[in-house]
């Protein structure tokens, strides 16, 4: 055999053994890196992104619910506190309103029954110069109220009468209609408005001769009032 049929020979042999193990060598090696050197995504890039997206997708959501579910509850705790306490100032301020309202002597309709001649009534009789005296010492007494205030202090000289002080009682007086809802005031009820709005106290007894006297006195400053006008 020639020198050329040698090489030739040689030449294809070494063409079909190249033929056969690449083959098997890509085999060996994409199995090899399945098992033994790592994941098959190593050969496969964009399974391997899809499958590290995937994960950390399921790692945001799993590290997310936890900390909206906690946001959540506490905003819902925060609007619940929220109203409660809205509601308590509103119960709160009914409770204050009620309570300065019992305090100052309740609605108007309480406050009309202090100063509105009771049934039966019969006023203190006496001596009408005697009344009169003993009704100017109280005009001026501070301690028939609880505010330091006395008769003269709003009625000094005449003064702080309104121009319906010159009308025969019973009439309308401003401070009776507004403050006690009572549409015609009698002179001794004018007294006992006196003295549980501007002086804070308790009326005077109905039969007592401390308002026998006032009512008396009061008559006086009227009378009074009329011929200087």
């Not at 040689?10 to 083959?23: A, F």
């Not at 060996?28 to 890039?45: D, E, H, K, M, R």
């Not at 019992?102 to 039966?120: F, I, T, W, Y």
Request: overall charge negative; aromatic content about 6%; glycine content about 12%.
């Amino acid at each position: 055999m020639s020198t050329n049929d040698k090489r030739k020979r040689l030449l294809s042999k070494l063409s079909r053994n190249l033929m056969v193990s690449v083959p098997v060598m890509s085999v060996v090696a994409v199995t090899g890196f399945n098992t033994g050197l790592g994941p098959a995504s190593g050969w496969i890039p964009e399974a391997a992104a899809a499958q590290g997206e995937a994960e950390a997708s399921g790692e945001g959501e799993a590290e997310g619910y936890p900390e909206g579910e906690a946001e959540g509850k506490a905003e819902g705790e925060a609007e619940a506190e929220a109203e409660g306490e809205a509601e308590g100032e509103a119960e709160g301020e009914a409770e204050g309103e009620a309570e300065g309202e019992a305090e100052g002597g309740g609605s108007k309709a309480k406050r009309r029954e202090l100063v509105s001649r009771p049934d039966n009534y019969q006023p203190y009789q006496g001596n009408v110069a005697d009344l009169r005296e003993k009704g100017k010492q109280l005009f001026n007494d501070k301690n028939l109220s609880s505010n330091g205030l006395a008769c003269a202090t709003c009625h000094v000289n005449g003064a702080g009468y309104n121009a319906t002080f010159t009308e025969e009682y019973p009439h309308e007086v401003a401070m009776g209609k507004r403050d006690f809802g009572m549409d015609m005031v009698y002179l001794d009820e004018m007294v006992q408005i006196c003295m549980v709005a501007p002086m804070a106290t308790e009326p005077l007894e109905w039969s007592s001769e401390e308002l026998a006297a006032l009512t008396e006195y009061a008559r006086m400053q009227q009378q009074e009032y009329i011929d200087d006008r």
